[in-house]
């Protein structure tokens, strides 16, 4: 599974790298992602909702195991 969430996560990458920022995968567990956002997106005050409705939607739809996408 996490295979698949990482080609998933280069998919979206370029969207996060076009605002400055980028997302780092920390781990994969009974369709629990947690990842780390970098860069802009680290300390941005829209991130919960990039990752929300960008990361986890993208990642639902790409990897239908994957039942939440957390930030750590």
């Known amino acids: 599974m996490r295979e698949k969430v990482e080609k998933a996560i280069e998919k979206i990458r370029g969207f ?6 980028d ?11 947690k990842v780390k956002l970098t860069g802009a997106c ?4 829209m991130s919960s909702m990039t990752l929300k409705n ?3 939607r993208a990642l639902k739809e790409a990897v239908p ?3 939440r ?4």
Not at 16 to 21: A, N, S, V
Request: hydrophobic fraction near 40%; charged fraction near 25%; charge should be negative.
């Open 16 to 21: 996060l790298q076009q605002d400055g920022g």
């Open 23 to 33: 997302i780092e995968i920390v781990d994969v567990t009974d369709g629990v992602v």
């Open 42 to 45: 680290g300390c941005c005050p």
């Open 54 to 56: 960008g990361v986890e």
């Open 65 to 67: 195991e994957v039942v």
């Open 69 to 72: 996408v957390e930030a750590v």
